[in-house]
């Protein structure tokens, strides 16, 4: 599987943007998918999951702001944010896992500034 992450940008606070994922190759087997992030200086953290079931889950600090969805077909994910902080600004990645995997996109940039 490869993942290849858009997307991101500069914004200001208070915008928005939209992520996107596109794998390619077989993704049988693969059912959990992550949106990440790593901040300058800081640990690579989960932002958001989307288990089989379509159910999803939110770091505490995105929750109300961030919302993760998929298509019907796995082969795309999306991460769509709104009310952006500067503290959000990171690398955004991908993620998808499941019997293989995990598989990682390359991260797209995202940066929130005046």
């Known amino acids: 599987v490869q993942l290849q992450a858009s997307g991101g940008g500069l914004v200001q606070p208070g915008g928005s943007l939209n992520l996107s994922c596109a794998a390619s190759?077989?993704?049988?087997?693969?059912?959990?998918m992550n949106w990440y992030r790593q901040a300058p200086g800081k640990e690579r953290e989960l932002v958001a999951s989307?288990?089989?079931?379509?159910?999803?889950d939110y770091a505490n600090d995105v929750k109300g702001r961030f919302s993760i969805s998929r298509d019907k077909h796995r082969k795309k994910l999306y991460l769509k944010m709104n009310s952006l902080k500067p503290e959000d600004t990171a690398v955004y990645y991908c993620r998808y896992s499941g019997v293989r995997g995990p598989y990682w996109g390359q991260g797209t940039q995202v940066t929130v500034s005046s």
């Open positions: 989307i288990f089989p079931s379509g159910s999803t």
């Open positions: 190759g077989s993704i049988s087997g693969i059912n959990v």
